[in-house]
């Protein structure tokens, strides 16, 4: 989520990093590739078995969960977790 919403790496204000998941969520509800893509990058390093669900970032991990498949193909909502 860093790299789309400068404002959640270090150094951003406290409030400001709190606000990420709000604006995160908005983003991937409107679609916005950036988001998208990120989730869907996380849910391919699960299912190809890389990571667990527990390596990735707990304030991305429901995002690329919920998102991922918007930016995937048929196949993906067959894997079974």
Same mark, same amino acid.
């Given at each position: 989520?860093?790299?789309?919403?400068?404002?959640?790496?270090?150094?951003?204000?406290?409030?400001?990093?709190?606000?990420?998941?709000?604006?995160?969520?908005?983003?991937c509800?409107?679609?916005?590739?950036?988001?998208?893509?990120? %989730?869907?990058?996380?849910?391919?390093?699960? $299912?190809?078995?890389?990571?667990?669900?527990? &390596? =990735?970032? #707990? *304030? %991305?991990?429901?995002?690329?969960?919920?998102? $991922?498949?918007?930016n995937?193909?048929?196949? &993906? =909502?067959? #894997? *079974?977790?």
């Amino acid at each position: 989520m860093a790299s789309i919403f400068k404002l959640s790496q270090d150094g951003g204000s406290h409030d400001s990093k709190r606000m990420v998941r709000f604006l995160t969520n908005w983003a991937c509800q409107l679609g916005d590739l950036n988001c998208l893509e990120g %989730a869907k990058e996380n849910f391919e390093k699960v $299912a190809s078995g890389e990571k667990a669900w527990e &390596d =990735i970032d #707990v *304030n %991305a991990r429901d995002f690329s969960r919920n998102y $991922a498949i918007r930016n995937g193909d048929p196949d &993906d =909502i067959q #894997v *079974n977790f």
